[in-house]
Structures are given as structure tokens and as C-alpha cells.
């Protein structure tokens, strides 16, 4: 899970700005999933991101648990339910992957 293959044809369609336990939005800590056709690539600069996993929106238990250190990534699925736990310390990006144009659509789906 921690590192599904991107597609290698699939290109960057946005990035975020670094964010931090004041930063983040909150969203990211509560369930949410990337859009159709979207991977995450979440990439952690310094401290510790947690990355829960979840079978679809309504589970409270994740099946999958990820934890993500300073200079490591991981990568989320189209359409897979998530949420993140940060460190004090955290600072970390996310990367929007797809193989199509995804001008102006929402990179991800809150609950």
C-alpha cells in the first residue's frame, strides 16, 4: 500500500504547498479520498505523517496504517478513503498524479 506503482505514462497535475500541524487543512485529517482517476503521492520533508487507510467512507477502523518519515513518500489510490495523523514537527506536500487533464476538477472528495 505504501507504494503502489504511479502509472508511468500519468504527470503531476498539481502540488500543494508544504503544510504543517498549523498548516494542514482539515479536511486531510478527516475522511476524505483522492478523485477518480487521481493518485496521491504524499511526501514528507521533515517529522512523521500517519496515513490510515480505510475500505470506504463510513469505516472508523483502517485496515491499512502507513507511517511516513521525514525524506519518504507514499502513495494513495484513486477513489481509496484515507486520513493523516501529523507529528508537532511534520512538513509535507502532496503531489496530484492522473493521465488526464485535470484543469480546474478537485484533486480529492471530503466526506
Not at 37 to 44: I, K, R, S, Y
Not at 49 to 54: L, Q
Not at 69 to 97: C, K, M
Request: charge should be negative; include cysteine; hydrophobic fraction near 40%.
Amino acid at each position: 500500500m505504501s507504494h503502489l506503482r504511479i502509472p508511468a505514462n500519468w504527470t503531476i497535475q498539481r502540488s500543494t504547498p508544504f503544510f504543517t500541524a498549523e498548516t494542514v487543512p482539515k479536511a486531510l485529517l478527516t475522511h476524505h479520498n483522492t478523485a477518480a482517476d487521481v493518485f496521491g503521492q504524499l511526501c514528507v520533508m521533515e517529522g512523521v505523517v500517519t496515513y490510515f487507510g480505510f475500505a470506504d467512507s463510513e469505516v472508523t477502523e483502517p485496515e491499512v496504517t502507513v507511517v511516513i518519515e521525514a525524506g519518504q513518500f507514499a502513495t494513495s489510490p484513486p477513489q481509496y478513503w484515507h486520513r493523516v495523523e501529523l507529528s508537532a514537527d511534520a512538513q509535507f506536500n502532496i503531489n496530484f498524479w492522473s493521465d488526464q487533464d485535470k484543469t480546474g476538477q478537485s484533486m480529492y472528495n471530503k466526506k
